[in-house]
């Protein structure tokens, strides 16, 4: 039996609205390593069972009716909004370290000599002037060096002599 059946068409129309996105994607690296496997054979045994043949066997008909359908076609209008890329740069940061360094201490020491006061006579002023003087800072740096240790050893050298001996036969 064949019945007609009229489905309605219907238009789906996609309105974009721009929304400002900020996404971070991390894409994680495919790594491919490869692994070897052992495969394990497999032996299939077959074993012969003998099946007693059955004759009177009901087979039900199958019938096959054609049904006609109207499928509605959907039509989908997309829009491409371009999304910039932020980036991130790592900036290195710079650590600045205090190093103590120790300055000899220079130490003034005044002399002072008794003049004897003859008539009228000026006396200098003795001034003491401090003058700052930049005192070289060595820095000494040990670098290790390898060097071959050579070994002597006295090896005794053995020298063969013959000496020959007489020897006295003595009679029984």
Known sequence: VQRHVEVPQVEFVDQVVPVPVQK???VPMIQTVQRHVEVPQVEYVDQVVHVPLQKHVHVPMVQTVQKHVE???VE???QVVHVPLQKQVQVPMVQTVQKHIEVPQVEYVDHVV???LQKQVQVPMIQT???HVEVPQVEYVDQVVHVPLQKHVHVPMVQTVQKHVEVPQVEY
Request: glycine letters at 0%; zero cysteines; hydrophobic letters at 35%.
């Open 24 to 26: 971070q994607v991390q």
């Open 71 to 73: 499928v509605p076609q």
């Open 76 to 78: 989908y209008v997309d």
């Open 114 to 116: 008794h003049v004897p």
């Open 129 to 131: 002037v401090q003058r």
